[in-house]
């Protein structure tokens, strides 16, 4: 009888300890959430769910996990309590009393360290640590669950932008893979990327590239930004296994106004700046992404 109970014990426990396939699921709707973050907090593991919200994570009874997608609530669990489903609830928006105006377009522009890049044709690729010593820019790829954020710095704080399309470098392996694009709101307690308000896969097709650049189109997103001072563009990888890879270049510059976090690091911070070093004992260099965004401004 001892060893029947024993062997229940064991069960459960690898059980916990397993990589099943679990799935990130919509509260109200049961609706798959894509592409959903799911982080072991403390621990250098996590994934991102795949666009069927499926992922594949070895979580231990003691684990804390945090799942959190765009437009949905942040949820903690412990790793006990996580079966094969994870609902996630809807954020809940209240709306203030809002006079609805017709908005004076103003101006079209353009923002974002890419900007003195448009016409460029640039292409990465770094075969040796000497290479990347003197190189003024690097490819950065899928494998270090890496995601690259860019602060964009509005003219005015007192006007709406909205979103029309977003830029970015982008060069390829023997074929164009897909990126996630994210869109973020300032945390205004760090200055760092906040709230995610908008996330997207992006099938990387010939006819949106020009010159290593990809044109992404939100004119039919209508993504309008609040009165803010800055919001943040992100890109990632999907992590289900691509034949084909889109890389994201660097370039070498002294900008403060790039952050990146790693989903297999112990924690999920964002840092600024792009610090990298191409070996354990090479320099130490600083490294900003060149997103470009094209905004309507209006009053």
Same mark, same amino acid.
């Given at each position: 009888m001892k060893?029947f ?6 069960s ?12 990130v699921l919509d509260s109200?709707t049961n ?8 982080k072991?907090?403390?621990k ?12 594949n994570?070895?979580?231990g ?21 996580i079966g094969?489903v994870?609902?996630?609830d809807k954020?809940i928006?209240?709306?203030k009393d809002?006079?609805?105006k017709e908005?004076k377009?103003?101006r ?5 360290n890419g ?7 640039i292409?990465?690729q770094v075969?040796s640590?000497t290479?990347?010593e003197?190189?003024n ?10 995601? %690259?954020?860019e602060?964009i ?7 709406t932008?909205?979103?029309k399309?977003i830029?970015?470098?982008l ?8 990126v996630l694009? %994210?869109?973020y709101?300032?945390?205004s307690?760090s ?9 997207k896969?992006?099938?990387i097709?010939? %006819?949106?590239?020009?010159k290593?650049?990809?044109?992404i189109?939100l004119?039919?997103?209508?993504? %309008?930004l609040p ?6 563009i992100?890109i ?6 691509q ?5 994201l270049p ?6 403060t106004n790039?952050f990146k976090?790693?989903l297999?690091?112990?924690?999920y ?7 990298v ?5 090479g ?8 997103y ?8």
């Open positions: 060893c109970f024993v062997l229940i014990f064991l459960k426990t690898l059980l916990l300890f397993s990589q099943s396939t679990r799935k109200q609706a798959a959430i894509a592409f959903a973050t799911v072991v907090l403390n250098p593991s996590g994934v991102i769910a795949s666009e069927k919200g499926e992922f994570l070895q979580i009874a003691e684990d804390s996990v945090i799942v959190s997608c765009a437009e949905y609530n942040t949820k903690v669990l412990k790793g006990a309590d094969y994870i609902y996630l954020k928006k209240n709306l809002v006079v609805v908005r377009w103003i079209s522009i353009v923002l974002g900007v003195n890049y448009l016409d460029s044709n292409k990465c075969n640590a290479a990347f003197t190189a820019c690097i490819p950065w790829g899928p494998g270090s669950k890496t995601e %690259h954020a602060k710095e509005l003219p005015s704080s007192e006007l932008y909205k979103i399309k830029i970015i470098p060069s390829r392996t023997k074929c164009w893979g897909s694009l %994210h869109l709101y300032e945390d307690s200055e760092n990327p906040g709230e995610e308000f908008f996330l896969q992006i099938a097709e010939k %006819h949106i590239v020009k290593n650049k990809v044109f189109d004119s039919t997103e209508s993504i %309008h009165a803010n001072k800055f919001f943040f992100g990632s990888w999907p992590d289900e296994k034949e084909c890879i889109a890389t660097l370039i070498k510059s002294d900008k790039t976090r790693v297999v690091n112990d924690n911070n964002w840092y600024r700046s792009v610090l070093k191409w070996k354990n004992d320099p130490l260099l600083n490294y900003s992404t060149f470009a965004v094209v905004l309507d401004e209006m009053k």
